[in-house]
């Protein structure tokens, strides 16, 4: 029981890892009024970004150039979410509908972007950051498998995680990000720029996006596809409501999903349970998902503004 | 005069913001392609010309094939927004229509193509609703969102056909299923003739007798009044003694057979089997044509065409004007941007019809 | 110096209504300036240009003298500018603290600093007599110490021109005193304040000069001693007001309603109605009188179905409603015209014709076998907007959302009496109407009193209920404390009685 908790953990990590800060990505947004469905678009854009940049612009596989594309997938993530920010904050386009747009775009416009520049679809990976045990961290008794055989960017998502929630709730610029998206006409009486607040959460909300993308293809992918991330940014949204919008609830709900989806592909490899119908183990996160909605769903607590354009002139 | 206005109000409200969204579509990805050292005036022309839009009854035959699916897709999303819902479930339910249709197709032998064909038909149609039953259940019963739910069952459906396909109904192929019966396909000699042997089938006959019975059913029944009631505010419905709960699910239920229909079209009248790992891309393009038809029928007539153009003639594109074919998803993607932004160009327009007026 | 604010020549359009057109409004430091008129006379938009919600089209502020411009509320309240809006502008699930500092937070190791913060906040409101805890969260609070800390987070500001926007409109009787002699103390202190309100009464012993604007027009400035009530009321209005609606006898019939040991349940599962009884005739105005949150929401809700009752029963015409279906209620003859007109009354989205059948448009004379008689349904519309003066721009095909409030009351309660039921639930017909639709409203409720309508009243505005009423019942805690004669009462012992209160001999 235990060594199969110390083999699935760290795979485990590794898929909530990028799917955690994604997940963060749509808390600020949310946070700020926007609801952002996009995710799943920007979060392949920034991983296209981060691979085009690894492979075509570095062609270098090094540490630092990891580190180049990660930030490069986070910005370029920032930036393609300002479409989004634009249509619905200044357009006050239906952000549900802007935000499946950015879906549609985002995977043609990095597919021919990537035939153009790169000459394939496909854009190959050599080499990415390696597993390490965190020092200090990986030696804590129990807990310590979190932070064995981890990569670098589990720990900077958990830090990054860390530091929105002290932002959102210990500093004035939370305070008034939160309430742009409970109460945006209280806001705007205190001397708010609304619509200002609601861009940065987009914005912040791209980029964590993008650099989720960029983590998944400096670990895990091997390749830029549209095949490693799909559907991963609609399973954050998953993860955003079953973990009621708070930083740390969205660290279990990650944490949950890594769980179920990292046991249902380890359960092929188990000769016990080759035994079983397969189809158990491949619908298994998806119908865990559907329950832990089903069990969670009832009393969500979503910012109150969330959905809604602001309009100054409304009461 | 005072119902000239009326009239041209109504055309702003209806045609003319969709129209203007698809010329700035054009127009925005035009210049990404002289950007990135493209011809667009090359590649619209191969686009158009490749749909068969300049004559070429073949290649219209092509373009009115990937329409059959798209209206009902589209419909599907589009009557999902109008009372409320946001169903991105279509694929799922499109796929589990098509693999029921195709179950049925193969196993029954010796029916009569009268009774195996509609039979196959319906079973699609009830397949794709009750896979849509379980998110309507979840949104009435739970307040579980129907988007985020729609999209697991689209995954669940794509691993259930995954799993039951090689067992049940393995054809030649690990990945592909048997082919169907003739008694249950929906392509006839006739219409493949009059298309110079493209697979143009009876599949638009139920696509656009579906347009008319979902027009029908929105706008002139006490029941669509019901639908479209709960879907704009669940609680003055509730104050008017409407089953809110139970008008979600039915929303969703026939939504879901509408999905489903596609399902039956393209399996039955396209492809004739199933092909195992993936979901039908026609159910998400359901939404881009519900948005871009402004979820009316009659809209979606004209975006469904819209898209099966765009879709049609984009590998002529790829070849001619060397242009990805990827590349009329942006163009999708941008229309479908500027069209969200509807509320503030119609304020734009209205201001536009006022310098007029006045003058 | 003479004035502290001069807004001079203020215009302001929104999409084809004038809300203010060339106003000249100048307030004396030191003053409680009182600004009249009706609802949507242009009152609050001229005030929100003052504290930079909306840009004036044109038109200059003064302040002290000095020109100058206002462009958001941050820059009012530099400029020492504080407005308490009629929907008050909290975060619900913020503290106090949050609330008051928002948009100037102070940090301390680079953490908001509330602690300093709420000892400040506990200093102004021992200093001006406002009870607030600090620590606690909007949506636990009264809305009367809702409002008290809309009143602080002014004062946090160090705001010296107050504006209020109709602050007795959510307030007991006694929570009106009150705040009224908080704005005495305020004034005392230098500070200035601006009262937007429409209702005459307040003002007197209060305002020192007032302003009286209608359809976005000035129509005079004076002091408030020098004119009568009757003078006042005719500026606001333009017209003699008739002061006196008739309530006839009508003869009277046992009770054909009935509610005994009700016990309803809220949304947090809290008891809200608990164990109330209460029984109304035919030909007669029940009045329940309450302040806001005493379970008159669930004890409607109750009646109309709208929630599940705990225990107890409800007897209309000898038959026990409780379990009945919401449109079984309907189908015998109870009416509800809701205490939400946008959430629960109208859906905003239809058109007025749709409107008008929400709840019969299954009935054979709009529908037949499932199919709408959309020529019935038109005729049908076209005789409810003239028998009720509903004013639409494009008549039966208007979509509600673009329609007046007051017009968007009359489609409810056309739609409502048209059914004639023989009970009819009545929530807050008149909240936010102005005085021409309130007289309306008022006058075709007491003509279903006299076609013999069990008639309930809900309200939080007293003068209402008193006009209004035969019996009144006050509600408080979930229970009806007491019921009373409307002719034998006045508003001092009521709203004694709503705030907990017990009727002395």
């Not at chain 2, 309507?136 to 307040?143: D, S, T, V, W």
């Not at chain 3, 809006?85 to 937070?105: C, P, R």
């Not at chain 3, 949506?139 to 987070?153: A, T, W, Y």
């Not at chain 3, 809701?338 to 008008?356: I, M």
Request: with cysteine; proline share 3%; charged share 20%.
């Amino acid at each position: 029981m235990l060594e199969a908790l110390n083999n699935i953990v760290p795979l485990a990590i590794c898929f909530t890892t990028p799917l955690l800060i994604i997940a963060l990505g749509g808390l600020v947004s949310e946070r700020s009024g926007v609801v952002n469905i996009g995710l799943e678009g920007i979060l392949g854009f920034g991983a296209f970004t981060s691979a085009y940049v690894l492979n075509v612009v570095l062609n270098d596989f090094s540490f630092i150039s990891l580190c180049i594309a990660l930030v490069s997938g986070a910005i370029a993530g920032g930036f393609f979410s300002l479409i989004h920010a634009f249509a619905s904050i200044t357009m006050k386009a239906n952000q549900v509908i802007s935000g499946t747009a950015l879906n549609i775009l985002s995977p043609a416009l990095a597919i021919y972007l990537s035939r153009i520049f790169a000459g394939s679809a496909n854009i190959g990976i050599k080499q990415g950051f390696l597993k390490t045990n965190v020092p200090l961290l990986s030696k804590i008794p129990f807990l310590g498998v979190l932070f064995r055989d981890a990569y670098i960017t589990s720990l900077l998502v958990l830090i990054i995680v860390i530091i929105t929630w002290f932002i959102l709730y210990r500093r004035p610029l939370g305070l008034r990000l939160r309430s742009c998206g409970e109460n945006p006409h209280a806001a705007d009486s205190a001397g708010i720029n609304v619509n200002r607040m609601r861009y940065l959460g987009v914005f912040v909300s791209g980029t964590f996006a993008g650099l989720g993308g960029a983590i998944i293809i400096t670990t895990y992918a091997g390749e830029f596809s549209i095949n490693i991330y799909n559907g991963l940014g609609f399973l954050a949204l998953a993860a955003l409501i079953f973990g009621k919008w708070k930083p740390f609830g969205v660290l279990v709900a990650a944490l949950f999903f890594g769980i179920t989806k990292t046991s249902a592909e380890i359960s092929t490899m188990n000769n016990l349970l080759k035994e079983m119908p397969q189809i158990i183990f491949t619908t298994f996160p998806y119908v865990a998902t559907l329950i832990a909605l089903v069990v969670f769903s009832k009393n969500s607590v979503s910012p109150k503004a969330a959905g809604e354009p602001f309009e100054a002139g409304k009461r | 005069m005072d119902s000239s206005k009326r009239i041209i109000s109504a055309m702003i409200r209806y045609f003319l913001v969709p129209l203007l969204a698809v010329i700035f579509g054009f127009f925005i990805c035009s210049i990404i392609m002289i950007i990135s050292w493209q011809d667009p005036v090359k590649a619209f022309h191969a686009l158009f010309e490749g749909a068969g839009l300049f004559g070429n009854i073949r290649r219209f035959g092509y373009t009115l094939l990937a329409m059959t699916p798209l209206i009902l897709t589209g419909l599907s999303v589009a009557l999902a927004f109008r009372t409320g819902l946001f169903n991105i479930g279509a694929a799922g339910q499109m796929l589990m229509g098509g693999f029921t249709a195709v179950l049925v197709g193969i196993s029954f032998t010796n029916l009569p193509i009268i009774i195996h064909l509609p039979l196959a038909v319906i079973s699609a149609l009830v397949a794709g609703s009750l896979w849509a039953f379980i998110p309507g259940l979840l949104k009435a019963r739970y307040r579980v969102h129907e988007v985020v739910s729609t999209i697991m069952m689209n995954w669940i459906s794509m691993w259930s056909v995954y799993y039951f396909v090689p067992k049940l109904i393995k054809g030649g192929y690990e990945t592909e299923s048997l082919p169907i019966q003739e008694t249950a396909s929906l392509r006839t000699d006739f219409l493949t003739n009059l298309f110079e042997g493209t697979d143009v089938n009876l599949g638009i006959f139920i696509s656009i007798l579906s347009i008319i019975v979902v027009w029908w059913l929105l706008d002139k029944t006490t029941f669509g009044y019901e639908l479209k009631a709960t879907g704009f505010n669940k609680d003055s419905a509730k104050y008017a003694g409407m089953k809110v709960n139970r008008n979600i699910i039915l929303s969703m239920m026939i939504s879901g057979g509408l999905a489903g229909l596609a399902g039956a079209t393209y399996y039955l009248g396209f492809t004739n089997k199933i092909i195992i790992g993936s979901l039908p891309s026609q159910g998400y393009d359901g939404i881009s044509v519900a948005l871009i038809g402004a979820n009316h029928p009659v809209g979606i007539l004209v975006s469904s065409f819209l898209l099966a153009i765009i879709q049609s003639g984009s590998d002529q594109m790829d070849a001619i004007a060397n242009v990805p074919n990827e590349f009329v998803s942006i163009i999708v993607a941008v229309i479908i941007l500027f069209a969200a932004t509807n509320k503030t160009m119609k304020l734009w327009l209205d201001k536009f019809k006022k310098i007029i007026f006045r003058r | 110096m003479k004035y502290i604010i001069e807004m001079l020549d203020i215009s302001k359009e929104f999409t084809g209504i004038v809300a203010n057109d060339d106003i000249t409004f100048q307030v004396k430091p030191g003053e409680i300036h009182a600004l009249l008129g009706e609802n949507g006379a242009g009152k609050s938009t001229l005030m929100s240009i003052l504290f930079g919600l909306y840009k004036a089209d044109k038109g200059t502020i003064k302040l002290n003298n000095n020109t100058v411009k206002i462009p958001n509320p941050k820059v009012a309240s530099s400029l020492g500018i504080g407005m308490v809006h009629q929907h008050f502008k909290l975060v619900h699930n913020f503290t106090v603290t949050e609330n008051i500092i928002l948009g100037f937070e102070n940090t301390r190791k680079f953490k908001i600093d509330t602690k300093t913060a709420s000892e400040s906040i506990k200093e102004l409101s021992k200093k001006y007599k406002l009870e607030v805890d600090p620590n606690s969260y909007i949506e636990d609070i009264s809305v009367g110490m809702q409002q008290r800390v809309e009143i602080l987070k002014m004062l946090y500001r160090k705001a010296d021109i107050l504006i209020f926007d109709e602050p007795t409109a959510v307030l007991t009787p006694q929570e009106i005193q009150e705040l009224l002699g908080i704005m005495k103390e305020m004034r005392k202190e230098g500070k200035t304040i601006i009262i937007i309100t429409h209702k005459i009464s307040e003002i007197y012993n209060l305002a020192n000069r007032c302003t009286v604007i209608r359809k976005g027009k000035v129509i005079s400035t004076f002091d408030v001693e020098k004119k009568s009530f009757e003078e006042i009321s005719e500026l606001i209005i333009g017209r003699k007001l008739n002061m006196e609606l008739k309530r006839e006898v009508v003869e009277k019939k046992p009770a054909n309603f009935k509610i005994e040991n009700l016990s309803v349940l809220d949304n947090r599962n809290l008891t809200a109605v608990n164990n109330l009884s209460l029984s109304a005739k035919p030909g007669e105005i029940l009045g329940i009188a309450g302040v806001e949150g005493n379970g008159q929401s669930e004890l409607i809700e109750a009646i109309t179905g709208l929630r599940k009752v705990k225990s107890g029963h409800i007897y209309f015409n000898n038959n026990d409603i409780v379990n009945y279906s919401i449109r079984k209620r309907h189908e015998h003859g109870i009416g509800h015209i809701p205490q939400d007109r946008h959430k629960h009354g109208l859906v905003l989205d239809f058109t007025l014709e749709n409107n008008l059948i929400l709840a019969t448009y299954y009935n054979k004379k709009f529908s037949k076998n499932g199919v709408l008689k959309r020529k019935e349904i038109k005729k049908h519309s076209e005789e409810l907007i003239n028998q009720f003066d509903i004013r639409a721009a494009n008549g039966s095909n208007t979509i509600c959302r673009s329609m007046s409030g007051g017009n968007q009351q009359k489609v409810i309660i056309a739609r409502e009496i048209d059914q004639s039921p023989s009970l009819l639930i009545v929530a807050h017909p008149t909240r936010g109407l102005d005085i021409g639709a309130i007289e309306y409203i008022h006058g075709r409720l007491l003509e279903e009193r006299k076609k013999g309508k069990t008639i309930l009243l809900f309200s939080f505005e007293l003068d209402e209920i008193l006009k209004l009423s035969d019996r009144i019942a006050i509600m408080y805690n979930g229970k009806i404390v007491d019921t009373v004669v409307s002719s034998t009462t006045n508003e001092n012992e009521i709203g004694l009685m709503m705030v907990g209160g017990i009727k002395n001999g």
